[in-house]
């Protein structure tokens, strides 16, 4: 599985940015993709995770809820991070991981070193 990470840029505070994440290679409905992210001398964090399954479950940090909204459409292999209302300290190179889900019914992963897959960062910065 190869992913490829695009949408960064340079947004106000306030802005929105969409990211996306295409998956090549084989998927299934037990694929898991997440979001992780990090800053300038800073520990890679979790974002958002979202199942391939039909259920669709999503994941996000506690930080990220009510701001950031993960998707996906399978028709087209390829992940979603919509960023709302961002921040100065949103800034960070957003990485977009996978999995594959030991069950349909398992818990999205939240820790990066569960996701063997992932694509190039994508730098977002927000100016204030």
């Known amino acids: 599985v190869q992913l490829q990470a695009s949408g960064g840029g340079l947004v106000q505070a306030g802005g929105s940015l969409r990211l996306s994440c295409v998956a090549s290679?084989?998927?299934?409905?037990?694929?898991?993709t997440g979001w992780f992210r990090q800053a300038p001398g800073k520990e890679r964090e979790f974002v958002a995770a979202?199942?391939?399954?039909?259920?669709?479950?999503?994941a996000y940090a506690d930080s990220m809820k009510g701001r950031f909204t993960i998707s996906r459409d399978s028709t087209k292999n390829t992940a979603y991070l919509q960023m709302d209302s961002l921040r100065p300290e949103d800034t960070a190179v957003y990485y977009c991981?996978?999995?594959?889900?030991?069950?349909?019914?398992?818990?999205?992963?939240?820790?990066?070193?569960?996701?063997?897959?992932w694509g190039q960062g994508t730098l977002v910065t927000v100016s204030s």
């Open positions: 979202i199942n391939w399954s039909y259920s669709a479950s999503t």
């Open positions: 991981a996978a999995r594959y889900q030991r069950s349909l019914l398992e818990t999205l992963k939240t820790f990066w070193n569960d996701y063997p897959y």
């Open positions: 290679g084989r998927t299934s409905s037990k694929f898991a």
